[in-house]
């Protein structure tokens, strides 16, 4: 009855080892597919432009810095870095607090109508951007806030606010009851027990809608060109397509390469500093 007993067991670690192995070669094979465009990227923006065509997948050989001060100034990727700085920053901010807000309430309490404006704020996901771009146009030309900063960064939190609720009201509702509860019974208002209880506790859920907010801002580039033609308020999405356009046609391509790896910076900072935390607000539901 042992030998039985121990054959399909060892039947059974045969078959893990080997699922063990085939997962880990294809993250391995997926890390390797990510990673090397990003360091090529990189590596290329030091070079100059003959030993870009001459040697692509050779190492510089010398750190041509003037290539990110040629982009940072002459490209004008210094005003595209700022004002996305600025739409960037206040987006985020207004999203994650409207988006709480709304969360916390449609997750906690019962009104007639909640089930209701929770599924119009997961329909708001599934509904294409494409479908709103004209709409938005005429709406902030009467409101006189096309081609400016405090419309697109309005439009940015309309954009960002189904995915941030939607996020947000699973993550609420993990949370103990039994402290704003206790909150309540000494005398705190709603507004005290949410901005000093409740959000503080949803820190881990906060940094990770966070992130992909801030992902998904950085990196848009519809919006932004329909809604903000101005040459001088442009994003960083729309300064890299003019980047790209108007270097190709110089021949800059070195110039090009580190106006991309700019772009780039911020994003891949984002995610290497708050990792651990988007694996815990990606987790906290399942683990409570």
Do not use: C
Request: hydrophobic share 50%; charged share 10%.
């Amino acid at each position: 009855m042992t030998k039985t007993r121990e054959a399909p067991r060892k039947v059974k670690s045969r078959e893990g080892g080997v699922l063990n192995v085939f997962s880990h070669g294809v993250l391995v094979l997926w890390a390797i597919m990510v990673v090397m465009p990003l360091l090529w990227a990189v590596m290329t923006s030091f070079k100059d432009d003959d030993s870009i065509f001459s040697s692509p997948w050779s190492l510089p050989d010398k750190l041509h810095f003037e290539n990110w001060s040629r982009a940072w100034s002459q490209a004008h990727m210094s005003d595209y870095f700022g004002n996305t700085l600025i739409v960037v920053g206040f987006s985020l901010a207004g999203t994650l607090v409207l988006g709480s807000m709304a969360a916390y309430v449609l997750a906690r309490f019962e009104f007639p109508g909640n089930r209701l404006i929770y599924y119009l704020f997961v329909g708001g996901m599934s509904f294409p951007v494409m479908l709103a771009l004209v709409p938005l146009f005429y709406v902030l030309n009467n409101m006189q806030l096309l081609n400016t900063l405090p419309g697109l960064i309005l439009v940015y939190i309309a954009y960002s606010l189904p995915f941030t609720v939607f996020f947000l009201t699973s993550f609420f509702r993990t949370l103990p009851t039994s402290i704003a509860e206790a909150a309540f019974v000494d005398g705190a208002s709603h507004t005290r027990t949410f901005f000093q209880i409740m959000l503080p506790m949803a820190k881990p859920g906060l940094i990770s809608v966070g992130i992909f907010n801030f992902l998904g801002q950085w990196n848009q580039y519809m919006l932004p060109t329909v809604l903000n033609t101005d040459p001088d308020k442009k994003v960083l999405s729309q300064g890299l397509v003019e980047l790209a356009t108007s270097q190709g046609y110089k021949g800059d391509w070195s110039g090009l390469f580190a106006g991309l790896v700019m772009a780039m910076l911020p994003v891949l900072a984002a995610y290497v500093v708050f990792q651990r935390q988007v694996v815990q607000g990606l987790t906290a539901g399942a683990l409570k």
